[in-house]
């Protein structure tokens, strides 16, 4: 069974940086699509951004150009580098993966994001 574990997260002001990370608790298996979701208190789960080896990342219309995420080459490793904050992007940050040989979508435990004044 693959885990995600994520670590970053926490509050910040409008304005401010954070970064996210995520990686598997294995590596027997090659992560095909990893990226990062988004579920705001009374919104359905969203997508923020995936990326996939030698690909353009895949970016939510609402964080372009202020998110990059970025997957480290040859590792089931992806970062979430979150610039410019705004309120509204407050929320919890799950991990996402898909792998080589698996079926099915994995998921982080989630980790909070609070953008406030």
């Known amino acids: 069974q693959v885990q995600l574990v994520e670590s970053g997260g926490g509050e910040v002001q409008p304005g401010g940086s954070l970064r996210l990370s995520c990686e598997t608790s294995?590596?027997?298996?090659?992560?095909?699509?990893m990226g990062w979701y988004r579920e705001a208190p009374g919104k359905q789960r969203e997508l923020v951004a995936t990326?996939?080896?030698?690909?353009?990342?895949n970016y939510a219309d609402s964080v372009r150009g202020r998110f990059t995420c970025s997957k480290v080459y040859g590792k089931n490793k992806v970062y979430l580098q979150m610039d410019s904050l705004k309120l509204e992007d407050t929320a919890v940050y799950y991990c996402?993966?898909?792998?080589?040989?698996?079926?099915?979508?994995?998921w982080g435990q989630g980790t909070q994001v609070t953008v406030a004044s």
């Open positions: 294995t590596s027997a298996f090659n992560a095909k699509t």
């Open positions: 990326v996939t080896p030698g690909g353009p990342g």
């Open positions: 996402y993966a898909k792998f080589h040989g698996l079926e099915g979508d994995y």
